[in-house]
């Protein structure tokens, strides 16, 4: 799952069938068919997820898995504006804090919302 995340879902499938066929090689007991969903996810969580914005594709499910159960902050490249949708209206709840670099005050409120345990959301995040 770690590795997974930057990856197409073909990429990933790929991975996963040659992890699978190295384990069996290997004559180590694994499951034939893999997947995030079956392994990690739960399905009242997930169509909650979709009825705040997740789209309901595998690919996109299999991402929120993985937002949700990383141990570090996601940077989520985001084109069509789906994860920002689903992120607000997921966190609204929480007191989402939601910033830009280009703010005046971005630092003040990222450290408050460190200090207070609230989310944050750094918008329109550069290469550079």
Avoid: H
Wanted: hydrophobic fraction near 35%; aromatic fraction near 8%.
């Amino acid at each position: 799952m770690a590795y997974l995340g930057p990856f197409t879902a073909k990429y990933r499938q790929m991975q996963i069938d040659s992890w699978v066929k190295a384990c069996q090689e290997k004559q180590i007991p694994c499951s034939e068919k893999i997947s995030l969903t079956g392994t990690l996810g739960e399905p009242v969580r997930i169509r909650q997820w979709n009825i705040d914005g997740l789209p309901t594709d595998g690919f996109s499910v299999d991402n929120g898995i993985i937002v949700f159960n990383a141990r570090r902050w996601p940077l989520m490249i985001d084109p069509q504006g789906q994860a920002n949708k689903w992120i607000r209206t997921m966190e609204k709840s929480e007191n989402l804090a939601i910033i830009k670099l280009s703010d005046s005050d971005y630092l003040r409120t990222l450290e408050n919302s460190v200090q207070f345990g609230r989310p944050v959301m750094l918008e329109n995040v550069g290469e550079e």
